[in-house]
């Protein structure tokens, strides 16, 4: 059932705030959506940015999966143009745009493009401790899913092309979107209302 009110689908509700807006505004915050603060009762989005699967589920019936319906519904409120999303896993930053108001499914299917079209280089590669290096491919090469035996098996005789889905290894899960400006200025230099952190998880 699509939501009402403030988080309803279309565009004649409240105006969608530009960048400009909302540096011009500093007291307006755009709240969250629910689903990607991850405060919904409801629904609990199942979002895995290396396969682009979404879904999800009550929290209180958890072996019956729900569709994403809510996925037209604006991402925030007031609606904006620009999501700047970061995480602490990675050092990539999203930008998610829409001029008629970011959604939550493009806030999904950008994510998803973000880190399964992308490529790692091989200096971001060499960023990382020679372990999670190794880490990194063996998830690449599809290894990862033989467990912990996989590990001990020669590695291909190919390199395979290191996503950046690959990076997060077995934390791929979407969990929610949240506020630190602190980190905002850490990773970018600056904050602003529209800097949004990723956290990201393992599913059971």
């Known amino acids: 059932m699509a939501s009402m009110g403030k988080w309803a689908v279309g565009s004649s509700y409240i105006p969608v705030l530009t960048q400009t ?14 689903i990607l603060a991850g405060t919904d009762g409801g629904f609990q989005l199942l979002f ?12 209180g019936s958890r072996d019956h999966d729900l569709p994403f319906n809510a996925k037209d519904e604006p991402a925030t409120c007031p609606r904006i143009d620009t999501m700047i999303i970061i995480t602490e896993i990675s050092p990539w930053c999203t930008i998610v745009k829409n001029p008629a108001g970011v959604t939550l499914n493009d806030v999904c299917m950008t994510l998803w493009r973000e880190y399964s079209d992308n490529s790692v280089t091989d200096k971001e590669l060499e960023t990382l401790p020679a372990r999670i290096q190794d880490q990194v491919k063996r998830f690449a090469s599809g290894q990862a899913a033989a467990g912990w035996s996989s590990y001990y098996t020669p590695a291909p005789a190919t390199p395979p092309r290191v996503r950046r889905a690959d990076w997060l290894r077995d934390r791929q899960w ?10 905002a200025r850490q990773r970018l230099g600056y904050a602003a209302s529209n800097i949004f952190v990723l956290t990201l998880g393992q599913y059971a």
């Open 21 to 34: 807006d909302l540096y011009l505004l500093n007291d307006v915050e755009p709240e969250i959506h629910p």
């Open 174 to 183: 979407f969990e929610k979107l949240s506020r630190n400006p602190a980190y």
């Open 48 to 59: 895995n940015l290396s396969t682009g699967q979404t879904g999800g589920y009550n929290g």
